[in-house]
């Protein structure tokens, strides 16, 4: 039986939808407009893709966006003054700095110059460490691990008591997505390159998050029958029949993998919408929080 396809495109449309509303409410009747300033340094295409997608989204709902776009070559105090600049606006409710950034810049300094209820993408120091302690609430969760809650949410999988792998330990994804899930109480495993018996270990899961950028890499002879698979990742391979000469898949062997899970993303069209919409229902909160509507 071929899984449920799990719509990541309506899931997030549906989110997205309830920001903008709640985003005209927020402007009528408290004056306060959400806002997003974005950070891009250096002329990384896929970054300056992903910027313009997130300012055009932000647009696009009715916010506020600010943005500065600074050359490769740009000093760490100067990109921290730009920063803290935006720290100091009261019109942004959220600082997005895009990564990678260039390997002179030391990323750790950078993302925590960002004030910590600005953190909209949720990779301050702060809210990374109150997400992996018991009994602590994060201001804010990284936005594509959050995304993957949603999605396995909307499909109806059980996450409490169920066994979920989390292929990859990225800062970024697989370690927040794994804290996620131990915070809803899943037995978590978290899988990497060091990992032994890996499909073995894979075929004991029930929900399975693959973020590790390998395309095609989970195989359908890993899944247990049923499971409900999260594809993070998102890599080109060469296919002559496009225009392009290549094409986009995911870490799963989707095409095999339908047969066996029981709900699965594709790529595209699965986790990615998620993030976005994820980092706007994330500015949104920060400015209701701004405005003393949310603790």
């Not at 330990?169 to 997505?177: D, F, Q």
């Not at 899930?181 to 899943?186: D, E, G, Q």
């Not at 499971?227 to 990742?233: F, K, L, R, S």
């Not at 998102?234 to 799963?252: C, E, H, Y």
Request: aromatic share 4%; charged share 20%; proline share 7%.
């Amino acid at each position: 039986m071929t899984a449920t396809l799990i719509d990541g495109k309506a899931v997030a449309a549906s989110i997205q939808q309830k920001v903008r509303e709640e985003a005209e409410m927020l402007k009528t009747k408290y004056g306060v407009t959400p806002g997003l300033a974005t950070v891009l340094v250096g002329d990384n295409p896929a970054s300056k893709a992903y910027v313009g997608s997130k300012q055009k989204m932000t647009q696009e709902l009715g916010m506020y966006s600010v943005g500065v776009h600074l050359p490769a070559d740009i000093s760490q105090d100067e990109l921290l003054k730009v920063i803290r600049g935006y720290g100091e606006d009261p019109k942004v409710h959220g600082i997005l700095v895009q990564l990678p950034l260039p390997p002179h810049l030391d990323q750790e300094t950078v993302l925590g110059a960002v004030p910590i209820e600005k953190d909209v993408d949720g990779f301050h120091p702060i809210n990374v460490g109150r997400l992996a302690m018991k009994n602590r609430e994060p201001l804010f969760v990284p936005c594509t691990p959050a995304g993957c809650i949603v999605l396995i949410d909307s499909v109806g999988t059980k996450i409490e008591g169920a066994r979920a792998v989390v292929l990859g330990r990225s800062n970024i994804v697989g370690l927040p997505a794994a804290f996620l899930l131990l915070h809803r109480n899943a037995t978590v495993t978290i899988c990497h390159s060091r990992t032994q018996n890996l499909p073995d270990i894979v075929r004991q899961a029930d929900i399975v998050i693959a973020a590790i950028g390998k395309p095609q890499f989970v195989k359908a002879e890993w899944l247990k029958p049923g499971a409900t698979v999260i594809d993070v990742g998102i890599n080109a391979i060469p296919d002559p029949t496009k225009k392009s000469g290549q094409r986009l898949v995911g870490d799963v062997d989707f095409e095999n993998a339908k047969e066996v899970a029981g709900a699965i993303t594709p790529v595209p069209g699965g986790v990615g919408p998620m993030t976005i919409a994820m980092l706007m229902q994330n500015t949104l909160n920060s400015a209701k929080r701004a405005a003393g509507l949310i603790k």
